[in-house]
């Protein structure tokens, strides 16, 4: 009876547990992914759910294996890109029960569609279509000599233009842009024609003419919850109340809110929510994290990842150097790992490591081993054989000489490895951002999806600034550490 009493009081203190976990909702790097997802999350907590929110994420796949692996619980998909890019089939026009019934073993589900279709598109200036005379795609295949720069999700995917290229014939050669710079690229003359998301602000701000799909090659892309089965039955029953709410126009409103009136994601979601009656939302401006926040969260996500590659490949490079095949092959191995990019490297760790900071940790150590164990090899290495000789000669042993010629005549080497690898770091952990880690990525990532360049310059300066001051910190150590004899020969003052 007692043991009975006990594992209803376990089940029931579990139960209560999971029941009170916060709902966590991500979103894609992208302006409209931003406010569906702040739509959803308003109107979850107008309903007495607690909401985490997770925004900015990388690409589709960033944001599937997230949702996969329980890292957040919903985004705002496009079944497009459901069918075309996840589940890698040919339905044009994919229904939402013959989504569900794909994704159901992975333990999702999608949820009745917003209404409206953001489909693919291509634009290009206003005043450069009426001066050639281009209204169709089909028509760009006479004008091969117009520039044309792609995102580079769009340029990679399947439905996106590999297909578009043998659909329409198309023989240019377009380079890859991120999807926010592409319209500044655009307004400014440096390229002609790139994609679009049919429903984009953008669109009306740059004066953009979209070109008719006279072969009928995008997908439909309706926009839908993307959530894991899991979700609790009144969230999704909450969710459901946004099923057919936005058509075309609406969405496009409301992203030229955004993009044109510079309004945040969290005040046209909540005036949204008002006007449509689902719930009587108060604005509460939603506040980031501040300058001071993202900068401590940056230095604390380097000082990791530098701390541990100090621990990894000090060591190592001491034990093989004199080896000079094995050090040769751990060097090479170590270079394999920087040749990887790193938002590849990031979104390939989601699926064992999650999102948040210990992917962005652990990437930044890889990162961080190369020129650490590079220059701590090559400045052992390279000391004067006669001085190795005379240690020799006076009786040290070889633990003795390690300690007390050989790593006092690298240190200067070895130093500048470490800041190095410092300074990679500060710039690579602003792409932690991607995958939800924070820092000073954040706003950048914000910015590139809003166009804003104050933004952009909210992470962009503090991160140069701490590049610098991580140099003038290790300028100092140097001249704590090492004899004023051995700096000669660098870089003057």
């Given at each position: 009876?007692?043991?009975?009493?006990?594992?209803?009081?376990?089940?029931?203190?579990?139960?209560?547990?999971?029941?009170?976990?916060?709902?966590?909702?991500?979103?894609?790097?992208?302006?409209?992914?931003?406010?569906?997802?702040?739509?959803?999350?308003?109107?979850?907590?107008?309903?007495?759910?607690?909401?985490?929110?997770?925004?900015?994420?990388?690409?589709?796949?960033?944001?599937?294996?997230?949702?996969?692996?329980?890292?957040?619980?919903?985004?705002?998909?496009?079944?497009?890109?459901?069918?075309?890019?996840?589940?890698?089939?040919?339905?044009?026009?994919?229904?939402?029960?013959?989504l569900n019934s794909q994704v159901r073993d992975r333990g999702l589900a999608v949820l009745a569609?917003?209404?409206?279709?953001?489909?693919?598109?291509?634009?290009?200036?206003?005043?450069?279509?009426?001066?050639?005379?281009?209204?169709?795609?089909?028509?760009?295949?006479?004008?091969?000599?117009?520039?044309?720069?792609?995102?580079?999700?769009?340029?990679?995917?399947?439905?996106?233009?590999?297909?578009?290229?043998?659909?329409?014939?198309?023989?240019?050669?377009?380079?890859?842009?991120?999807?926010?710079?592409?319209?500044?690229?655009?307004?400014?003359?440096?390229?002609?024609?790139?994609?679009?998301?049919?429903?984009?602000?953008?669109?009306?701000?740059?004066?953009?003419?979209?070109?008719?799909?006279?072969?009928?090659?995008?997908?439909?892309?309706?926009?839908?919850?993307?959530?894991?089965?899991?979700?609790?039955?009144?969230?999704?029953?909450?969710?459901?109340?946004?099923?057919?709410?936005?058509?075309?126009?609406?969405?496009?409103?409301?992203?030229?809110?955004?993009?044109?009136?510079?309004?945040?994601?969290?005040?046209?979601?909540?005036?949204?929510?008002?006007?449509e009656g689902l719930a009587d939302v108060p604005f509460e401006e939603q506040m980031g994290s501040?300058?001071?926040?993202?900068?401590?969260?940056?230095?604390?996500?380097?000082?990791?990842?530098?701390?541990?590659?100090?621990?990894?490949?000090?060591?190592?490079?001491?034990?093989?150097?004199?080896?000079?095949?094995?050090?040769?092959?751990?060097?090479?191995?170590?270079?394999?790992?920087?040749?990887?990019?790193?938002?590849?490297?990031?979104?390939?760790?989601?699926?064992?490591?999650?999102?948040?900071?210990?992917?962005?940790?652990?990437?930044?150590?890889?990162?961080?081993?190369?020129?650490?164990?590079?220059?701590?090899?090559?400045?052992?290495?390279?000391?004067?054989?006669?001085?190795?000789?005379?240690?020799?000669?006076?009786?040290?042993?070889?633990?003795?000489?390690?300690?007390?010629?050989?790593?006092?005549?690298?240190?200067?080497?070895?130093?500048?490895?470490?800041?190095?690898?410092?300074?990679?770091?500060?710039?690579?952990?602003?792409?932690?951002?991607?995958?939800?880690?924070?820092?000073?990525?954040?706003?950048?990532?914000?910015?590139?999806?809003?166009?804003?360049?104050?933004?952009?310059?909210?992470?962009?300066?503090?991160?140069?600034?701490?590049?610098?001051?991580?140099?003038?910190?290790?300028?100092?150590?140097?001249?704590?550490?090492?004899?004023?004899?051995?700096?000669?020969?660098?870089?003057?003052?």
């Open positions: 009876m007692f043991s009975r009493v006990c594992l209803v009081l376990v089940l029931g203190l579990f139960s209560a547990t999971v029941s009170s976990a916060p709902i966590i909702v991500g979103s894609k790097n992208f302006n409209e992914g931003y406010l569906l997802a702040e739509i959803m999350a308003q109107l979850l907590e107008a309903d007495g759910f607690e909401v985490e929110r997770k925004f900015g994420l990388g690409g589709t796949m960033v944001c599937y294996e997230a949702l996969v692996n329980g890292e957040i619980d919903l985004y705002a998909e496009y079944t497009g890109t459901l069918s075309q890019a996840i589940l890698g089939t040919n339905d044009l026009t994919p229904k939402v029960s013959e569609s917003f209404g409206f279709n953001n489909t693919y598109a291509i634009a290009l200036k206003n005043e450069l279509a009426n001066r050639r005379k281009i209204s169709r795609v089909s028509e760009l295949s006479q004008h091969p000599e117009l520039l044309m720069a792609f995102s580079l999700e769009f340029l990679n995917r399947e439905d996106g233009w590999p297909g578009l290229a043998r659909t329409y014939n198309l023989s240019g050669r377009p380079t890859g842009i991120e999807h926010g710079l592409a319209y500044q690229a655009i307004d400014e003359g440096k390229i002609d024609i790139t994609d679009a998301y049919s429903t984009d602000g953008d669109l009306a701000r740059y004066g953009l003419t979209v070109l008719e799909d006279d072969r009928g090659y995008f997908p439909q892309y309706l926009a839908v919850p993307f959530v894991r089965s899991s979700l609790p039955e009144a969230a999704k029953d909450s969710l459901g109340r946004l099923a057919g709410i936005l058509d075309d126009e609406k969405i496009r409103a409301l992203n030229s809110r955004t993009v044109i009136e510079g309004k945040s994601f969290g005040e046209v979601a909540s005036t949204f929510i008002r006007d501040s300058m001071l926040d993202n900068t401590i969260t940056h230095l604390k996500l380097t000082a990791i990842a530098l701390g541990f590659g100090c621990l990894f490949g000090l060591p190592l490079g001491i034990l093989v150097f004199r080896n000079r095949s094995l050090a040769r092959g751990v060097v090479y191995l170590a270079g394999l790992l920087q040749t990887v990019p790193s938002i590849a490297l990031l979104a390939l760790m989601i699926p064992i490591f999650g999102i948040g900071e210990l992917p962005a940790v652990i990437a930044l150590f890889m990162y961080s081993i190369l020129p650490i164990l590079r220059n701590t090899i090559t400045a052992l290495v390279s000391i004067d054989p006669l001085l190795k000789r005379v240690a020799e000669a006076i009786g040290l042993r070889r633990s003795e000489q390690l300690w007390h010629v050989l790593l006092p005549m690298a240190l200067p080497t070895i130093l500048a490895g470490i800041k190095t690898a410092a300074i990679i770091s500060i710039g690579t952990a602003t792409l932690a951002a991607f995958i939800g880690a924070g820092g000073l990525g954040g706003p950048i990532v914000t910015g590139l999806a809003l166009n804003d360049t104050n933004l952009i310059l909210q992470g962009a300066i503090p991160a140069a600034g701490l590049a610098i001051v991580v140099e003038l910190l290790f300028e100092g150590l140097e001249r704590l550490l090492v004899k004023p004899h051995m700096l000669q020969g660098q870089l003057p003052d």
